[in-house]
């Protein structure tokens, strides 16, 4: 699976931020180099670890968001593959916004999730509320809009790849209709 032959129902994530930082890491794309943007402001930190998932490129420019159920932290620049389950719907400063939910494939303790209802009700309402407050100090706006099935996740995943292959980053991928090319 080392080319990303699954996609979309396997992905490769990029893990930004390990689970229990409060620092914020990006992706500085041109660069090549992971940079921290900011240290949260409120007194929450993140409670799974984030990324972006490789071969995509969201509305805003940027590579589609991930969030990794995995047992154990990860750490900044990790690949990890993992299985899609849903999507959390969110609308910031920017607009839409949308964080992909996905399990570790090789974590034996979510082998069993493949769908969001098999996530614990209040490890959801953890993200949510996660979100809901993580800028409240910094005077940003997070509406929480609500989490979206695996077809919807599926869904803008797909139309993430075909943005991110118009734009020429991904033209070989663009070839072989769709299904290889995360890098």
């Known amino acids: 699976m080392r080319d990303g032959s699954g996609f979309p129902d396997l992905v490769e994530i990029v893990v930004e931020i390990p689970r229990g930082s409060r620092n914020k890491y ?16 409120s007194a929450v930190f993140y409670n799974f670890d984030y990324g972006f998932i490789e071969g995509t490129r969201a509305d805003d420019g940027d590579h589609t968001d991930a969030l990794l159920v995995i047992d154990e932290p990860t750490f900044t620049g990790c690949h990890v593959w993992a299985r899609p389950i849903g999507v959390l719907e969110m609308r910031d400063e920017k607009g839409v916004d949308y964080k992909i939910l996905c399990v570790a494939r090789d974590d034996p303790h979510q082998m069993h999730i493949d769908r969001l209802e098999q996530m614990r009700p ?27 099935d695996r077809d919807r996740a599926i869904e803008i995943l797909r139309h993430d790849r075909l943005e991110w292959q118009r734009e020429g980053t991904g033209a070989e991928a663009a070839s072989s209709s769709g299904a290889t090319g995360a890098g």
């Not at 990006?26 to 402001?41: K, N, P």
């Open 26 to 41: 990006e992706f500085d794309e041109h660069a090549g180099v992971f940079r921290l943007d900011r240290v949260l402001s």
């Open 122 to 148: 209040h490890r959801l309402v953890e993200i949510e509320h996660f979100f809901e407050t993580y800028k409240l100090l910094e005077d940003k706006t997070v509406e929480v809009l609500g989490w979206r």
